[in-house]
């Protein structure tokens, strides 16, 4: 071979080796995120979702890609949502709440999928013959029935602002844990002498809640419903205006300035779900991998709300609080 040519040979094959460099590298695996709030709102759980991967060396763009999609506390932006993130063929798919993850698995039955919290028992919702072994394509974390977690919060509401007798319900009747949770209000009710009445509340500007104020409601306790979460900035100014003592979900509601808030830490449950993500990425079956349980409940105290709506919060209800904000 004369000189000139092995140069153009040698050259074209060096050309070459990148292209087969990357055929036989590993394609990054996918995880779809389907968030049920805004941008805004999802940053401190995607955060923890990031955080975890990162602990079990993910990082994104070197071998592993992450695609979000926000349903912005709106039911009716997920089919399209839902449909976009299936066609996208991810390897696994990352949900929170009972409606992001209902819509989900009614749009495939191959995608493995990760439930970041339900407030209903999977197995009550098709989703799992049993929290052991789930024996589909969902695994994930079940946080509490949500007719226990409103059973806990006005028990704790009555604690904290013992001379309450009425308490508004608010919940969104388009979300299935919130219908679940009234089936059984009245067995609640009835266990803490309290009346409480149902508020349907489908957008965060009907004037429910400020009725409510009028019609003799002492109290109130707000479902953490995506619609609220999404715009919880909103709720607990209104109520606080109303200057009604309220009992919310998540801890975001209390920063947020309400009253009182008792749920699981929504941001350690996301950042564990990276782990289960792992198993799955690594070969194991959804099916086989048990539903988990939040570790534990928090509950806190936003003092200087009860200040401003004159409560004096009684000194053994604070003791028994995980967090006090002053």
């Not at 709030?37 to 079990?56: I, P, W």
């Not at 696994?92 to 028992?121: K, N």
Request: aromatic share 6%; with cysteine; proline share 7%.
């Amino acid at each position: 071979m004369r000189r000139r040519e092995f140069i153009a040979a040698l050259g074209g094959a060096a050309a070459m080796w990148p292209l087969a460099a990357r055929a036989q590298q590993p394609s990054r695996p996918l995880v779809a995120v389907l968030s049920p709030v805004s941008v805004t709102v999802f940053a401190r759980y995607l955060n923890a979702l990031r955080a975890g991967f990162r602990d079990l060396n993910y990082a994104e763009g070197r071998n592993l890609s992450i695609e979000i999609r926000y349903a912005a506390g709106s039911t009716s932006q997920l089919p399209p949502i839902v449909a976009e993130l299936v066609a996208l063929k991810p390897n696994v798919i990352v949900a929170g709440s009972v409606p992001a993850i209902m819509a989900m698995h009614g749009a495939t039955r191959t995608i493995p999928m990760v439930m970041a919290a339900t407030t209903v028992d999977p197995t009550t919702l098709g989703l799992a013959a049993s929290l052991a072994k789930p024996g589909g394509i969902v695994t994930g974390f079940w946080m509490e029935a949500e007719a226990s977690l409103i059973a806990k919060r006005l028990e704790l509401l009555k604690d904290a602002v013992p001379t309450i007798a009425s308490v508004g319900l608010a919940i969104n009747p388009a979300d299935p844990a919130d219908t679940v949770a009234i089936e059984q209000l009245p067995t609640i009710t009835r266990t803490l002498s309290l009346d409480v009445r149902v508020l349907e509340i489908r957008s965060p500007d009907q004037p429910v809640l400020t009725a409510a104020a009028h019609n003799g409601l002492q109290a109130l306790c707000i479902s953490h419903s995506p619609l609220f979460n999404e715009n919880r900035q909103q709720v607990t100014a209104l109520v606080n205006r109303l200057r009604l003592p309220a009992v919310y979900g998540f801890r975001e509601f209390a920063t947020a300035g309400g009253l009182l808030s008792y749920s699981s830490n929504l941001s350690d449950v996301w950042r564990r779900a990276a782990g289960v993500v792992d198993k799955i990425l690594k070969g194991e079956k959804p099916g086989d991998l048990p539903i988990e349980r939040p570790g534990r409940f928090e509950l806190l105290v936003n003092l200087k709300t009860a200040k401003s709506l004159d409560l004096a919060v009684p000194e053994r209800f604070l003791l028994i609080a995980d967090e006090v904000i002053e």
